[in-house]
């Protein structure tokens, strides 16, 4: 059985073309999000995965209404695909139901992979770098040699620990972390 989902981005997009070809495909049931792909929930899309069973297809209007990246929508449907679930993207002439359409998800998948080791790659290259240059990673710190000169001083003078952070800009949990209250000197 085709099982149909459309999505769009905001509230004030409209659905009826990609409903219209849900439809025209034989779905008899189609599921629904006005939410950004960004958005890992989907409760649309949810309920309709939840609803395929074996031999069932999952019919999109687009590919770019179903993942939010290359690498979640070919595990998307490499999850379809362990349950014997097809997979059907109207638009783009997908249909894994056929050997072309496995055949091309088999090609996304590889090149998902390549992507994902490329950007590994490049990441572990970029910390080489910047080990070698001395630098760290991770924020900068908020308290600064001169912010915690100013915090003993202000609290030497008797000032309160959390007006103490609020003068200085940081949050009070980041005084402490840096200079206890104790600290007066």
């Not at 025209?24 to 309920?47: N, T, W, Y």
């Not at 069973?53 to 290359?70: A, Q």
């Not at 103490?164 to 972390?177: D, E, N």
């Amino acid at each position: 059985m085709p099982v149909g989902y459309a999505r769009v981005s905001t509230r004030d997009q409209d659905l009826d073309l990609q409903v219209e070809a849900s439809t025209q495909a034989g779905c008899e049931r189609l599921f629904k999000d006005k939410v950004s792909g960004s958005h890992a929930e989907r409760p649309g899309l949810a309920k309709a995965l939840e609803m395929l069973r074996e031999g069932d297809t999952l019919v999109i209007g687009k590919l770019d209404r179903l993942g939010r990246s290359v690498r979640n929508l070919v595990d998307l449907v490499g999850s379809l695909h362990k349950q014997s679930i097809q997979f059907k993207s109207l638009g783009d002439g997908i249909d894994t139901g056929t050997p072309s359409g496995r055949h091309f998800f088999d090609v996304i998948a590889s090149l998902a992979e390549m992507e994902h080791d490329l950007t590994m790659e490049r990441t572990r290259a970029g910390l080489e770098v910047a080990r070698q240059l001395a630098r760290k990673g991770g924020r900068k710190r908020q308290m600064t040699d001169s912010k915690i000169d100013s915090a003993k001083k202000l609290l030497a003078t008797g000032m309160p620990p959390r007006d103490v952070a609020k003068k200085l800009g940081v949050s009070a949990s980041t005084r402490y972390r840096w200079l206890s209250a104790s600290t007066r000197t």
